[in-house]
């Protein structure tokens, strides 16, 4: 696998959800360090994110899906088949909560997840911890406010999203091991080619 890895100046970031940017949800909390995870293989390796996730080693792994109704049905089935716990959120239409125990739940979600979110659906997950609520927030976007979801972090918590059209995966996070490239790249998967990218602020 092949990425480019840089990290999200913090004055690109609103404190308001943006339904086009950075981010169309609400954080909640420091937001110290965003990292940008680009793929540049084609076509995309599914299997590489639920190794990554495998070499973190921070199961439980809580998910939270945006899924369209052709999918709902297949994500049901093989959550029954495989002891994977789901909850259907009330919150909002479309929305499923998993948890996750293993990677190799991990490798039959994420499809899901990666699917969804490269449609632009919102497709979030953390680690260890659920941090994932509803509720009513102003957007910075021209929406007024609006009923989203919102990601409450503390320390050293993590929550990755997938970016629009699936082109990236996002970690916003306040965990040390994200704080450096160095760290970054001693939990990722053997094999794993990496260029730095700098954003300008």
């Known amino acids: 696998m092949s990425l480019e890895i840089g990290f999200i100046p913090k004055n690109w970031i ?3 959800p943006n339904a086009s940017g950075f981010f169309p949800f609400a954080v909640d909390g420091k937001k110290e360090y965003v990292v940008d995870f680009t793929f540049n ?3 995309f390796d599914l299997d590489f994110v639920s190794n990554w996730m495998n070499e973190l080693s921070q199961f439980p792994i809580y998910m939270l899906v ?3 109704d052709f999918d709902q049905e297949e994500l049901e089935q093989d959550c029954k088949a495989h002891k994977i716990e ?5 919150e909002k239409n479309y929305f499923y909560k998993v948890i996750i125990e293993n990677q190799k739940q991990f490798s039959i979600m994420f499809p899901y997840a990666y699917g969804n979110g490269g449609m632009n659906n919102l497709a979030l997950w953390s ?5 994932f609520s509803f509720g009513k927030r102003e957007f910075k976007t021209p929406y007024g406010i609006e009923q989203t979801t919102i990601v409450t972090l ?6 990755f999203w997938i970016g629009f059209d699936g082109d990236n995966v996002f970690a916003i ?3 040390r091991q994200f704080s450096t490239i160095e760290n970054i790249s001693d939990k990722l998967p053997p094999k794993t080619d990496f260029i730095i990218y700098e954003y300008e602020d």
């Open 86 to 90: 789901f909850e259907k959120t009330k």
């Open 173 to 175: 996070t306040n965990d």
């Open 127 to 131: 680690l260890k911890r659920d941090v």
């Open 41 to 43: 293989d084609e076509p």
């Open 66 to 68: 945006e899924v369209y």
């Open 14 to 16: 609103s404190d308001k």
């Open 154 to 159: 503390l320390e050293s918590d993590c929550v």
